[in-house]
């Protein structure tokens, strides 16, 4: 199970930190990550992270959003600076045993949390 919380209201250039708590949850070669859907658009990925630390950021985030994880507390995190209004979607936690899965079609979703910027 993944939980997110964190979410919610800022101002164009504001700060919001993300976080997401797995239980009943092993990680192998695979991951962690978070993924988002705007009104109207696809999920995209915008960032994951490697059970080892590698990271993966998608453009339009970089040098913005940073992902880390603490394996003693199963938490991951997403800090999220100079916030846009093109970052309001929802946000999820997603995770997946698999790198290539983790990428492109994870395995286990969260609920969602919203994040708007205006």
Same mark, same amino acid.
């Given at each position: 199970? &993944? =939980?997110?919380s964190?979410?919610?209201?800022?101002q164009?250039?504001g700060?919001?930190? &993300? @976080?997401?708590? !797995? @239980?009943?949850y092993?990680?192998g070669?695979?991951? $962690?990550?978070?993924?988002?859907? !705007?009104?109207? /658009?696809?999920?995209? $990925? =915008?960032? =994951?992270? !490697?059970?080892?630390?590698?990271?993966?950021?998608? =453009?339009?985030?970089?040098?913005?959003?940073t992902?880390?994880? +603490? *394996? /003693?507390?199963? %938490?991951?995190? &997403?800090? $999220?600076?100079?916030?846009?209004?093109? +970052? %309001?979607?929802?946000?999820?936690?997603? !995770? +997946? @045993?698999?790198?290539t899965?983790?990428?492109? *079609?994870?395995t286990?979703?969260?609920?969602?949390?919203?994040?708007?910027?205006?």
């Open positions: 199970q &993944l =939980v997110e964190g979410g919610g209201s800022v164009t250039g700060s919001l930190k &993300l @976080s997401c708590v !797995a @239980s009943g092993t990680f070669r695979g991951g $962690m990550g978070w993924y988002r859907q !705007a009104p109207g /658009k696809e999920r995209e $990925m =915008v960032s =994951v992270i !490697a059970d080892y630390g590698f990271k993966e950021y998608t =453009v339009s985030v970089k040098g913005r959003f992902i880390s994880q +603490d *394996k /003693k507390k199963n %938490t991951l995190y &997403l800090e $999220m600076n100079n916030l846009q209004t093109d +970052d %309001t979607a929802v946000y999820y936690c997603v !995770a +997946d @045993s698999a790198w899965e983790l990428l492109d *079609k994870p286990y979703w969260g609920q969602g949390t919203q994040v708007t910027v205006s």
